[in-house]
Structure formats: C-alpha cells, structure tokens
Nanobody
Framework: QVQLVESGGGLVQAGGSLRLSCAASGRTFSNYAMGWFRQAPGKERELVAAISRSGSITYDADSVKGRFTLSRDNAKNTVYLQMNSLKPEDTDVYYC?????????????????WGQGTQVTVAS
C-alpha cells in the first residue's frame, strides 16, 4: 500500500500560479502511475492530469492544456502539478491518486490509492 499526501493548495488571484505536490510513502513510488483529479461539491471527480511510471506518458484534461504541467521525481517520491494562468473555474479540491501500473488512466475508478485532497481557490 502507498500513502499519498498533497500540499501546496491555497487561495490565489486569477492569473496566478500554484504548485501542488504529492509525496508518496510506503511502497516503491516508481512502480505507480500517478494522477491528479479535482472535484467540486456535488460533482464527479474529474481528471486534471496523469503521468506514467517513467514520466514518458502524460495526459492532460482539455481544460488545463497549456496551463498545467504534471511532472514527477522518482528519486524524491513526489509528483508535482504546476498550475499557471489560474481561472476561477479551477477552484476545486485537488486529489492525488496512484495506480500500480505502467501507464496512467483517465478515470478515477482506475486508481487504487488516494490522498486526502488539497483545496485550491482562485479569486476573480
């Protein structure tokens, strides 16, 4: 089992930037494809971005293309989500997720491990 802890959320003005981090412990981090999802109250959890074990394959939601960048540092057991040009509609709780496969997945149900979430609020 792997434990995931997110950090880096907060309040930012529209157009600003935040970097979310997800630190993993418990198992070999490089064995897991990772993803970031977000969820608003009453809505389903949706993919923001995902990355393969090696970092060679990434998926981005259309809504964040060109603004968000997902990366991982397997030596530090951490995955990062750099969020630039933030918009009020990016306001959500952001969750880090892991799955013990080579490639990432686009649906939340394909991930086995989840962090507690971190709130991102973008003020207009």
């Amino acid at each position: 089992q792997v434990q995931l802890v997110e950090s880096g959320g907060g309040l930012v003005q529209a157009g600003g930037s935040l970097r979310l981090s997800c630190a993993a412990s418990g198992r070999t981090f490089s064995n897991y494809a990772m993803g970031w999802f977000r969820q608003a109250p009453g809505k389903e959890r949706e993919l923001v971005a995902a990355i393969s074990r090696s970092g060679s394959i990434t998926y981005d939601a259309d809504s964040v293309k060109g603004r968000f960048t997902l990366s991982r540092d397997n030596a530090k057991n951490t995955v990062y989500l750099q969020m630039n040009s933030l918009k009020p509609e990016d306001t959500d709780v952001y969750y880090c997720a892991g799955r013990p496969f080579t490639n990432p997945a686009r649906v939340a149900e394909s991930y086995d491990y989840w962090g507690q979430g971190t709130q991102v609020t973008v003020a207009s």
